[in-house]
């Protein structure tokens, strides 16, 4: 069993910054990808940011110029950085790695946080 615990979300006036950061512990062999994921009220649940291992990375271009996620290999640490925040940014956010156990082979699993609320608003 893997757990990916967050921390970081809260309320934040427009134009201000929150860290978003999730660490990933369980026996995990390696992990391929760790990422953030946001869903608002009535919408579907959308790519924010994600990185590999090797350090390739992605963003939705929603946020770029704004966000950068930040990735501690050692500590199976993912980071989110949001700036210059908006009130479209309300959502909850939630964590996900994509990992290879022990005793699966090659197979990857995705794995997901509980969700932390931020909300963008004067």
């Known amino acids: 069993q893997v757990q990916l615990v967050e921390s970081g979300g809260g309320l934040v006036q427009p134009g201000g910054s929150l860290r978003l950061c999730c660490v990933a512990?369980?026996?995990?062999?390696?992990?391929?990808?760790m990422g953030w994921y946001r869903q608002a009220p009535g919408k579907e649940r959308e790519l924010v940011a994600a990185?590999?291992?090797?350090?390739?990375?992605n963003s939705a271009d929603s946020v770029k110029g704004r966000f950068t996620i930040s990735r501690d290999n050692a500590k199976n640490t993912v980071c989110l950085q949001m700036n210059s925040l908006k009130p479209e940014d309300t959502a909850v956010y939630y964590c996900n790695a994509d990992v290879l156990l022990y005793n699966y082979g090659s197979r990857t699993f995705r794995y997901w946080g509980q969700g932390t609320q931020v909300t963008v608003s004067s």
């Open positions: 512990s369980g026996s995990i062999f390696r992990i391929n990808s």
């Open positions: 990185t590999t291992t090797s350090g390739s990375a």
